[in-house]
Each structure stands twice: as structure tokens, then as C-alpha cells.
T-cell receptor, first 113, second 115 residues
Framework: NAGVTQTPKFQVLKTGQSMTLQCAQD?????MSWYRQDPGMGLRLIHY???????DQGEVPNGYNVSRSTTEDFPLRLLSAAPSQTSVYFC????????????FGDGTRLSIL | AQTVTQSQPEMSVQEAETVTLSCTYD???????LFWYKQPPSRQMILVIR??????QNATENRFSVNFQKAAKSFSLKISDSQLGDAAMYFC????????????FGTGTSLTVIP
């Protein structure tokens, strides 16, 4: 199993550009999430999904869109990039129920100029 | 929303010694799960240990153990026989067993291991 795969690992954008961060998992996990990690602020939840076709907002959803057309994929779209979105982004997945932990991808470092 | 507090931004420990990282959380719920994650310089998030709130026994994973004090809402991580590879950022996380969709993370503690 590859686990959770995120692409790209690094990206530089100009203000106003749009892009999609890809996330795929091969563990048949029901739950998938996107987090951003900023210095001194830990990980903050952007959006999450409890299954194909179902998404919901987390703590910091503004400026981001998600969709979940399949169990495996959960892309994160930046509609119009802003410097405040410069961050490291993590995708995570987990199995439903109990004390299941999150399994994380390796992260995407995104810089908005 | 629940809050998770890690009051020690940085900690250091001598190799082979023991160190304890603190975590407190705020919740009105009685059923939840707690986790410690490690993030080395490689940026990967690695699960260290987990604890169910309904279990009184503290979780242990090799050199890692927790001191779970439910009434005090405290969940500290003890690392015994510290190794150079333990140097990393450590995050405490909370997840409700009831509403359960969101993990809430603390701001992290950066651990340095001194040879």
C-alpha cells in the first residue's frame, strides 16, 4: 500500500492563480481531510469528507473548495491564491469508527507570491 | 470547538534521559480519543500513541507512555531513554467519540535531543 499520496510536494504560485492539490489513498478509508500547518499554529482543518459525495467545512475553509467523487481521491482547490494561503498542506485519511488515527500524506509546501 | 493546549513550545533532553511533554484540552464530553503525533524534519506526521478516554489504564508503546488524567483534562507524553531520532515536533490531538469528524491539534512542542 502506498498509503496517502499527495502531489505536488512543492509549488509556487502567483497571487490570483488557481490550482488543485491532489490527494489519493489506497486504504479504502471513509474519512479524508485537508489541513494547513502554519508556524506556531499547529494543524488546522480546512475541509473534510466522510465518504464519496459528502464534504463539510472545517475550521478555516475560506478560499478553498473540495469534492469527493470517489473513495480514493480528495482534491483541494485554491480558487484565487492569496499570500495568506502560503502554508504546508496535509491530506489525511482514516477508517471510520473507534480510536482510528489519521494517516497523513507527506505534505505540500505552497508559496504564494 | 475543543481546544488543545501545549504550553511548552520547546523542550530539550539529554540522550538516554527521560522527558515529559505536556498537553491539556478543554471539552465537556466524556467520551473521546487522544493522540500524540511526531513530526520529524522530514515533515511526515507519525502516530506515536493513542488513548481512549474510557480506559483508565495509561497507554504504552515501547519507550513512549502517557499520563492520562481525565479529571484534570491532561494528557502528557513521557519519552524514556531518549534517542537522537526522537528529535522532532510533537503534536497532541483530540477527537470526539460523539461528533468524531474533526481532529483538534495543539500548537506543538519542539523536542531537541542533546548527545
Amino acid at each position: 500500500n502506498a498509503g496517502v499520496t499527495q502531489t505536488p510536494k512543492f509549488q509556487v504560485l502567483k497571487t490570483g492563480q488557481s490550482m488543485t492539490l491532489q490527494c489519493a489513498q489506497d486504504m479504502n478509508h471513509e474519512y479524508m481531510s485537508w489541513y494547513r500547518q502554519d508556524p506556531g499554529m499547529g494543524l488546522r482543518l480546512i475541509h473534510y469528507s466522510v465518504g464519496a459525495g459528502i464534504t463539510d467545512q472545517g475550521e478555516v475553509p475560506n478560499g478553498y473548495n473540495v469534492s469527493r467523487s470517489t473513495t480514493e481521491d480528495f482534491p483541494l482547490r485554491l480558487l484565487s491564491a492569496a499570500p495568506s494561503q502560503t502554508s504546508v498542506y496535509f491530506c489525511a485519511s482514516r477508517r471510520q469508527g473507534g480510536n482510528q488515527p489519521q494517516h497523513f500524506g507527506d505534505g505540500t509546501r505552497l508559496s504564494i507570491l | 470547538a475543543q481546544t488543545v493546549t501545549q504550553s511548552q513550545p520547546e523542550m530539550s533532553v539529554q540522550e538516554a534521559e527521560t522527558v515529559t511533554l505536556s498537553c491539556t484540552y478543554d471539552t465537556s464530553e466524556s467520551d473521546y480519543y487522544l493522540f500524540w503525533y511526531k513530526q520529524p524534519p522530514s515533515r511526515q506526521m507519525i502516530l506515536v500513541i493513542r488513548q481512549e478516554a474510557y480506559k483508565q489504564q495509561n497507554a504504552t508503546e515501547n519507550r513512549f507512555s502517557v499520563n492520562f488524567q481525565k479529571a484534570a483534562k491532561s494528557f502528557s507524553l513521557k519519552i524514556s531513554d531518549s534517542q537522537l531520532g526522537d528529535a522532532a515536533m510533537y503534536f497532541c490531538a483530540y477527537r470526539s467519540a460523539i461528533t468524531g469528524n474533526q481532529f483538534y491539534f495543539g500548537t506543538g512542542t519542539s523536542l531537541t535531543v542533546i548527545p
